[in-house]
């Protein structure tokens, strides 16, 4: 048994650290605006709730992610065939969900809210790794949901 | 750019996997029919431009940011 190969990633935020090949996801074509990151990593936060995703192809490309059914409970994930097909998904234990979350800032850059993409999640299917920005265009969900006050 | 003319049941072929076809025309709108393969996203460009936006939003996050997010309600 070899030991498994590892990738070495280089982020702006975190520094440079090695994951195990089999942590890296592929998000075939990337996020919208985000092209040539295609292999991301799942950074923990120093919070439970929240995940940063690392881009493995570019290191200044990082973002706070979190699943959305904490914040929003009644969250429903419509899933087209062709998403389902695209990542070979074969049912919710295997499906991981996360929305990209943005952070408000004043004009003197302190923190004023937090949202959540609810339109546009993440799917990942955790066997194969692959991940897909789904865009849910028949819901009535937005790009800015608040998070609300902690 | 590519401008081209085509009527309805008429269509253009973008790659060999792309299929546009015109389904119908009324007034100023025209019905389009999209086949491509599963790998391609298809998205209204308002749509695609509004996702794209709040990823390069999203992108700016900051590490010193996370003390400051709220914790889920009820926990």
Redo the contacts between chains.
């Keep these: 048994m070899g030991k498994l190969p590892t990738v070495l990633v280089d982020s702006l935020?975190?520094g440079s650290f090695e994951v195990p090949e089999d942590r890296v996801l592929t998000i075939?074509?990337g996020?919208?605006?985000?092209p040539a990151s295609q292999r991301y990593v799942l950074v923990e936060?120093?919070?439970p709730?929240?995940v940063w995703l690392q881009s493995v192809d570019e290191s200044e490309?990082?973002?706070?992610a979190t699943a959305p059914w904490?914040?929003f409970p009644d969250y429903e994930l419509s899933l087209s065939d062709?998403d389902q097909?695209?990542l070979e998904l074969s049912g919710p234990a295997s499906t991981e969900v996360l929305c990209?979350?943005?952070?408000h800032r004043s004009d003197a850059g302190e923190?004023t809210a937090?949202t959540a993409?609810l339109?546009?999640p993440l799917v990942l299917n955790t066997e194969n790794r692959r991940a897909?920005?789904v865009?849910m265009?028949e819901s009535s969900y937005g790009?800015?949901e608040p998070?609300?006050?902690? | 750019m590519l401008v081209l003319s085509r009527r309805a049941n008429e269509s253009v072929m973008i790659g060999q996997d792309v299929v546009v076809t015109v389904i119908e025309v009324r007034g100023d709108q025209v019905r389009l029919g999209i086949s491509a393969p599963r790998s391609i996203p298809v998205h209204r460009e308002e749509v695609a431009l509004e996702i794209r936006q709040a990823n390069e939003r999203a992108a700016a996050a900051a590490p010193n940011d996370v003390a400051g997010l709220p914790s889920p309600p009820g926990s």
């Excluded at chain 1, 996020?31 to 985000?34: A, E, R």
């Excluded at chain 1, 990209?100 to 952070?103: A, E, F, I, P, S």
């Design positions: 935020r975190f075939d074509n996020l919208l605006g985000f936060s120093d919070r709730d929240y490309v990082a973002f706070l904490s914040f062709d097909a695209a990209l979350l943005t952070v923190p937090v993409n339109l546009g897909r920005q865009v265009a790009t800015r998070l609300g006050a902690g």
